[in-house]
């Protein structure tokens, strides 16, 4: 683990990756303890639509709140949605893959169909209909995009469960009268932890995007909670009298997405052999 | 007269600094027109990335000439320094001068491309020949490669040929440009013996045919006494030993060339097998299997006749305590299958296998052929060890440890592997800690799938050793699944021959490999090369093997057997 993260900051685009995360996840937790530079929900009725200034640095908005203040609560609200979310996928996914994969036959044809339906939908979408069936909120946001990012976990488990199924050391496993649990976490899982790294890094990312989205739409975190997309979207009628209110969150969302996205090329660059091979 | 290629101190290297990265490291030889070389040497040695130099091939895999000439005589007679040729040049040169033939013909051929598109596409760009004139230039092509019915093969696709097919396709491809020089680097590795044969054969005919000379790269010394002329052994890319080949063969000078004839096994028909253990008649056997069938079903579509590839039909043979049996056959023989049957691992089996009860719960193991795919490469040592015994019950204490200790330092591994991880080791030592793996439930019968063929000649020969010496120390049967017969004459009291499918003879090693009876051993045992029939002839024999899928129901007819001797028996050919 500390060898791939010591790789991970000797790689140019892992470590600015890695750099941007870091940064996020300070203001997150600054906004979470309540150590922003303004209390994020308090009115400043006085200092309404006032641009960045020395007091507001990235200005206010309608109802004079600190537009920084807020966007750092607002990427607490994003990450953790993107996060829970990307984490329910995780294992939704894998579950699914690794035992289409490993039963084969009926159940595989069966739950891989299932998913080729959930992927035909586009993500947005999908996660619209989600919504309009059960109602918005942070917690439905998060099934939401755990539901729409499952297939690709599943998709992505159980192509290289199904070589490593048929690997030798599976065989020689099978020889020796290894349970079943034993061979799926020995010697199937532990050899997909590094493709499923590489994934999360970059669901992470789509996650995030999801998520703006759906807020954005009105669907995701309901106010006075901020969070990106409902930022962005509060800021479009005022896009010519206050255009920092849409600069700012939309420079967060693009730069935490980077950062993300950097990291995910920089870890599979690391932990695929065929790249591997050539750099050592 | 002025030799056809004259290489003088070479030196390629790899990497950032090619300079401290050297593979090969001076090397000098000339070549006359109409000549063999062989350039023999293990993995490592450097012999492929000489010959790849030879035609600049090297460049493309990131190799790098540091020093050294290659002078070429192009066919106008004028002289090329490859070296220090430009790459418009070269790509002349390797189209029209020097043709080129790899080990695995399945990649090196398109399998998005009929055979016939690949060959009139070598033509068109080395002879300029379209059209009619190039598809006719193909059939023939073909023909001098000797593929029966060479004019429906021409619209085949490489997946539908077998591999010796292929590598004749890719033989037909080097010979369209008419090239003075063929390099052939490990042509016949991925192949039978008998397959292994007859392209020797070929390009033993068509070097007489054409005149053309021959650069032949193998590990197998014996492979190339019968076809070459000169030869010149590499170790650590240094040509430690270059001269005519009866010089080579028959007085070696170096020492690593000694080693090479000494150590790598040798087929001597017979004359080479063990002497101890002898099978005791009526002594109860360990495993006995009785009429062993698998057939795996081919679906043709909805409503075609169902049909199943026969992989083993009928098969019978027992093993006794501390013996070895080995099965010899080619790829499809289903000698594999039968191994794998004898551990639960097929899916679609029949008959009886009998285990006696033996010494712990699972008394039979496995070591399989690829020791790089049979360990986990996530697992260290210690997890890779332990698991055989987790499986069974035991729990991860002092006592396992110990006996842990005791197999690695009993197969020759450091009692610091236990740390380390599969990737840190060579392929001997992983396939000495597969061995490891199999002895850690103390089985009676250990199932070594072709478990030496991806080793190196002298490796092979110390695992061998290793395989005989435990055998004798903890009284195992050995079931040795190889299609390597100078490796089978070292190891096995008794030999199995299978040929597609069943055993067609079965006995005693010394009887069945010096008196064969059956005309596919015969077959087999004539095609293994060695040293001793350097100056025999060998004709091309075209005979393939039958197809394995049957209509559904098919049974063969009952296997009628002779007696050849007093353990030996022969299954008796039916006319087909």
């Known amino acids: 683990m500390t060898r791939v993260f010591g790789a991970l900051w000797q790689h140019p685009s892992g470590r600015i990756g890695l750099f941007i995360i870091g940064l996020y996840l300070t203001l997150a937790l600054l906004g979470v303890l309540g150590l922003t530079p303004h209390p994020a929900l308090k009115q400043f009725m006085i200092d309404r639509l006032t641009g960045p200034s020395a007091s507001y640095w990235m200005g206010t908005d309608l109802l004079g709140r600190d537009t920084m203040s807020r966007l750092m609560l607002g990427i607490g609200q994003s990450m953790l949605i993107a996060f829970a979310s990307v984490a329910w996928a995780t294992l939704a996914g894998t579950i699914i893959g690794l035992f289409a994969a490993w039963l084969g036959g009926l159940w595989d044809g069966v739950l891989m169909r299932l998913m080729d339906v959930l992927l035909a939908f586009p993500a947005i979408l999908l996660a619209l209909l989600i919504i309009a069936i059960v109602g918005p909120g942070t917690f439905t946001s998060v099934t939401a995009i755990a539901i729409v990012y499952t297939p690709i976990f599943a998709r992505v488990v159980r192509g290289p469960a199904l070589s490593l199924k048929q690997r030798d050391f599976v065989d020689a496993a099978r020889t020796f009268g290894s349970s079943q649990r034993y061979i799926l976490s020995r010697h199937l899982l532990l050899n997909l932890v590094a493709p499923l790294a590489v994934q999360v890094t970059l669901a992470l990312a789509w996650a995030l995007l999801t998520e703006a989205g759906l807020s954005f739409l009105g669907l995701g975190t309901q106010p006075p909670t901020p969070s990106l997309g409902l930022m962005l979207a509060e800021s479009k009628n005022l896009m010519q009298q206050a255009p920092w209110l849409m600069i700012f969150p939309a420079l967060t969302i693009m730069l935490g997405i980077l950062g993300f996205n950097l990291t995910g090329d920089a870890l599979r660059d690391i932990l695929d052999p065929r790249t591997q091979r050539r750099t050592a | ?576």
């Open chain 2, 1 to 576: 007269m002025t030799p056809l290629l004259r290489v003088r101190d070479l030196h390629v290297g790899f990497g950032r600094d090619p300079k401290a990265n050297e593979v090969v490291k001076g090397v000098s030889f000339e070549l006359m027109a109409g000549q063999t070389l062989a350039i023999v040497g293990e993995s490592g040695s450097g012999k492929s990335v000489t010959a790849l130099s030879i035609n600049r091939l090297v460049d493309f895999g990131g190799g790098q000439i540091t020093a050294g000439s290659i002078h070429f005589q192009r066919s106008d007679g004028s002289v090329l320094d490859v070296t220090q040729a430009d790459e418009k040049t070269l790509r002349q040169v390797r189209g029209s001068g020097i043709g080129m033939i790899f080990q695995e013909p399945m990649t090196s051929l398109n399998p998005v491309h009929t055979v016939g598109t690949q060959i009139e596409e070598a033509f068109r760009l080395n002879r300029g020949l379209t059209g009619a004139t190039g598809r006719q230039a193909a059939l023939d092509v073909l023909d001098r490669v000797r593929i029966p019915d060479a004019k429906s093969r021409l619209a085949y696709y490489p997946h539908q040929l077998s591999g010796g097919m292929r590598q004749r396709v890719m033989i037909a491809m080097a010979l369209a440009s008419s090239p003075r020089l063929l390099i052939a680097d490990e042509p016949t590795t991925a192949l039978d013996v008998t397959v292994q044969a007859q392209i020797m054969a070929l390009l033993a005919e068509l070097r007489a045919e054409t005149s053309m000379s021959m650069i032949f790269i193998t590990h197998d010394i014996g492979l190339v006494a019968g076809i070459a002329d000169n030869i010149m052994v590499m170790q650590q890319g240094v040509a430690v030993e270059q001269n005519q080949i009866d010089a080579v063969l028959d007085n070696p000078q170096h020492d690593y060339t000694r080693h090479l004839l000494k150590a790598v096994p040798h087929f001597s028909a017979g004359k080479a097998v063990r002497t101890d253990g002898h099978r005791v008649e009526g002594r109860a056997p360990i495993v006995s299997v009785d009429d062993l069938v698998v057939r795996f079903p081919v679906s043709r579509g909805l409503f075609r006749a169902k049909a199943a590839v026969h992989a083993v039909d009928g098969v019978s043979f027992d093993l006794q305590p501390g013996e070895t049996l080995a099965i010899v056959g080619e790829s499809g023989s289903g000698k594999s299958t039968t191994a794998r049957a004898i551990l639960g691992l097929n899916s679609h089996q029949r008959g009886a296998i009998t285990t006696a009860a033996g010494r712990s719960r699972r008394p039979i193991q496995m070591v399989f052929q690829d020791p790089f795919a049979s360990l986990n490469p996530r697992l260290n040592v210690e997890a890779l060890l332990a698991e055989p015994a987790i499986a069974n019950g035991q729990r991860k204490d002092a006592a396992l440890h110990e006996r842990m200790q005791f197999l690695l330092e009993r197969v020759g591994l450091p009692a610091d592997a236990l740390e380390r991880y599969p990737h840190q080791f060579s392929g001997g030592q992983r396939q000495r800690l597969c061995i490891a793996r199999a002895l850690m439930l103390n089985p009676d019968v250990v199932v070594l799938d072709e478990a030496v063929s991806a080793l190196d000649v002298s490796v092979q020969a110390r695992v061998l050793d290793l395989l005989v010496d435990l055998q004798r120390e903890f009284n195992l049967a050995y079931l040795f699944i190889s299609h390597d017969m100078a490796v089978v004459e070292r190891i096995a009291h008794r030999i199995a021959v299978m040929f597609a499918g069943q055993i067609v003879e079965i006995g005693e090693a010394r009887g069945v490999l010096a008196d064969p009876q059956h005309s596919y051993t015969k077959r087999l045992i004539a095609a293994v090369p060695a040293v001793e029939r350097r100056n025999q002839h060998f004709a091309v024999d075209m005979t393939q093997v039958p197809s394995l899928v049957r209509q559904a129901g098919y049974e063969p007819p009952a296997a009628r057997w002779r007696q050849a001797g007093i353990d030996h028996q022969v299954r008796v050919e039916v006319a087909s």
